[in-house]
């Protein structure tokens, strides 16, 4: 009976689920000029999670020409660039376990690409958020906004 009862509560629960999580994609490409492909991105606030994706177009390797997608609030990318340069390429330029860091995806080289999944409650309605590369050097060219609405 107890078994019963316990088969039904899981029946119940998975019928009440609210329906699958909305991930949302997005996609960027950087080449070897320090330059990302686009100087905006729009979240839709009516997703989830967000799935991005990084492609380096270019063909130089990642320790001459390394790309990678970092988020954080604008007021604050600039300190964070300045700090992921000393942290390292053994850290993919990034201070390890920072709050700042809202999403990040690894570093590459040319030909490969690499995925920054996170979730949209993260991120706040009109908040003001840039995206940059945290390779030394590169965030000055490297750099755009992240709109959610
Ligand atoms: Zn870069």
């Known amino acids: 009976m107890r078994a019963m009862a316990a088969i039904l509560l899981t029946l119940l629960a998975a019928i009440s689920t609210p329906a699958a999580a909305k991930t949302c994609r997005l996609e960027i490409d950087a080449n070897d000029r320090l330059q990302y492909s686009k100087s905006e991105l729009v979240v839709p606030v009516t997703c989830d999670r967000v799935e991005l994706t990084l492609n380096h177009v270019g063909r130089l390797p990642v ?31 990034l201070p390890p376990g920072d709050a700042r860091v809202l999403a990040a995806t690894g570093l590459v080289g040319g030909g490969e690409s690499t995925r920054a999944i996170f979730d949209r409650s993260l991120l706040e309605p009109g908040g ?14 490297m750099n755009g906004r992240l709109v959610v609405r």
């Open 63 to 93: 320790e001459r020409m390394g790309h990678n997608w970092v988020l954080s609030r604008s007021a604050v990318f600039r300190d964070l660039a300045q700090d992921g340069k000393r942290a390292g390429l053994d850290n993919g330029y």
């Open 128 to 141: 003001d958020y840039t995206y940059f590369c945290s390779f030394p050097g590169h965030y000055g060219a």
